[in-house]
């Protein structure tokens, strides 16, 4: 449910198009008295714009034209700013106060203006737009106690009800760029219009709160990675006015926009075909209703034996790596400057240099051995690479936990729904045990050193879990 803050702008003042506060020739006899704000209030998102004129008028109201122009400041310029031209920005939800300000033949006449910055619509939400001189959708179907938004484009709208009204009655005329918001907490039809435009309706069917009314798609994993001829399954689940998954619907529909570089089942399996990035569109239909999401697919050129260590957390992630002969590490490099310096033994290329983040570098380690390293810059931000024959495969994209010195590192990690996460046996003999809710395939089983095994999460939420093997391990995933 957004929320919708009012910004207070006291005498704040419209510029007309011919620019932010000047004024035309003077009228010769007329002293400036007062100046005249438009619009007086006035609400916007984030975003948003709008844009203020400044009327000077003298003691009998006439309009005063040739003036310099007015000065304009902010209570908040964090909530929204004002430029000299009289063009207030909605910067976050917030009140502020425009002052205005206006000098004349040694005369100084003062206003404000109030206007409301609302937080901007978020995806799903009970989103009505003014397209031309309709309302889109003109009809939206909610549950009791929940908003609707109106954001309002183009000409100045109104809403005004024709019968049953929600809370804060009717919404008086908006210019471009506002947004308000009504809640509606009683069950019924509510029509409306727009009093300026003729054939401007719409209307707000309030369903009952127990009603889940189909009101957006959420396609998970959102950004996956796969290689070329490998495959990933994507869901697409149905969500109600509540955010609430929704079951019993038909199955979605699914497109790739560049078949060249991946294709897509109608049962949502991904395959890879060349490298690049596409988007996969789900589309879903229901009572009348058609929403769709997009997942961004990357398609990486299958490299056998790769393995990604990233820096995140000034961590390496994985901190330790088991491959075979011949493999190649690539270091992502993220949030700060790093370094990969050997301690010991090194691959051919040896060290990585400091490294800007967003940059990549590989190593091929073609000798047997154990091959320490550190970040110099950052104290712990320690590694090693143990190169072996017979190292198990690499794992599926995702987060990995390295389980070795009886701990899970890291032993907190956050992924999206529909992503997988591999634990990598290294030193002992481990298991991973949930606590409570657990992935499909469940709790992983006693795991010798150099193994590792996978789980892959449908369902938000946090999945805590033990080593029963070794006092004190402890770990989380958390679901979003």
């Known amino acids: 449910m957004n929320r919708v803050i009012s910004v ?25 008295s007062s100046l005249e704000v438009t619009p007086g209030s006035a609400t916007i998102a984030e975003g948003g714009t709008v844009q203020l004129a400044v009327v000077p008028l003298d003691e009998t109201g006439n309009v005063l034209s040739g003036l310099q122009a007015a000065s304009f400041s902010s209570s908040d ?5 004002v430029d000299v031209e009289g063009l207030v920005s909605g910067l976050r939800e917030g009140t502020a106060t425009i002052a205005i300000s206006l000098s004349a033949d040694g005369v100084t006449e003062g206003s404000t203006a109030s206007i409301t910055v609302t937080r901007s619509p978020e995806p799903g939400a009970n989103l009505v737009t003014t397209v031309g001189v309709t309302f889109s959708p003109s009809s939206i179907t909610i549950a009791e106690s929940d908003s609707v938004t109106w954001s309002f484009e183009g000409a100045v709208h109104n809403v005004t009800f024709s019968g049953a009204t929600p809370a804060g009655g009717n919404i008086p005329d908006q210019p471009n760029g506002a947004v ?35 009101s957006a798609l959420q396609v998970s994993p959102a950004t996956p990675s796969l290689g070329v001829a490998e495959s990933v399954t994507l869901a697409a689940t149905p969500l109600d006015q509540h955010g609430t998954a929704m079951t019993g619907l038909a199955a979605p529909t699914w497109q790739s926009t560049d ?20 988007a996969i569109v789900a589309t879903l239909t229901a009572s009348g209703v ?17 393995v990604t260590v990233a820096t995140l957390d000034r961590i390496f992630n994985p901190s330790t790596v088991v491959i075979e002969p011949g493999s190649t590490i690539t270091w992502q490099f993220s949030e700060s400057i790093h370094n990969v310096t050997f301690t010991g033994q090194a691959p051919s290329d040896g060290n990585i240099p400091d490294q800007s983040p967003g940059n990549s570098v590989s190593r091929t380690f073609t000798n047997e051995g154990t091959y320490d390293y550190t970040c110099t810059y950052h104290s712990g931000m320690d590694g090693s690479v143990v190169v072996q024959t017979g190292a198990p495969p690499p794992p599926p994209p995702g987060a990995i936990v390295s389980v070795a010195d009886q701990a899970f590192n890291p032993d907190r990690i956050e992924i999206a729904t529909g992503e997988t996460v591999t634990w990598q046996f290294v030193d002992d003999m481990y298991n991973v045990t949930f606590d409570g809710d657990e992935p499909p395939g469940g709790d992983i089983p006693d795991s ?25 391990m402890r770990g989380r995933v958390r679901v979003r």
Request: glycine letters at 16%.
């Open 290 to 306: 058609t929403n769709t999401d997009t997942a961004s697919v990357t398609v990486l050129e299958s490299q056998s034996g790769s």
């Open 8 to 32: 207070s702008l006291v005498g704040l003042v419209l510029t007309g198009c011919g620019g932010g506060g000047a004024v035309g020739p003077p009228d010769e006899t007329g002293t400036l």
């Open 180 to 214: 308000v918001a009504r809640t509606f907490t009683a069950a019924g039809t509510y029509p409306y219009q727009c009093t300026i435009h003729a054939g401007m309706t719409g209307d707000v069917i309030v369903t009952s709160a127990a009603t889940p009314v189909y």
């Open 77 to 81: 310029p964090l909530v929204a700013s």
């Open 259 to 278: 078949p060249g570089i991946a294709t897509v089942a109608q049962t949502g399996v991904v395959e890879g075909v060349s490298a690049g990035a596409v």
């Open 448 to 472: 010798g050193p150099g193994t590792s095994a996978s789980r892959t999460f449908p369902v938000a939420g946090d999945y805590d879990y033990v080593s029963t093997l070794h006092d004190g």
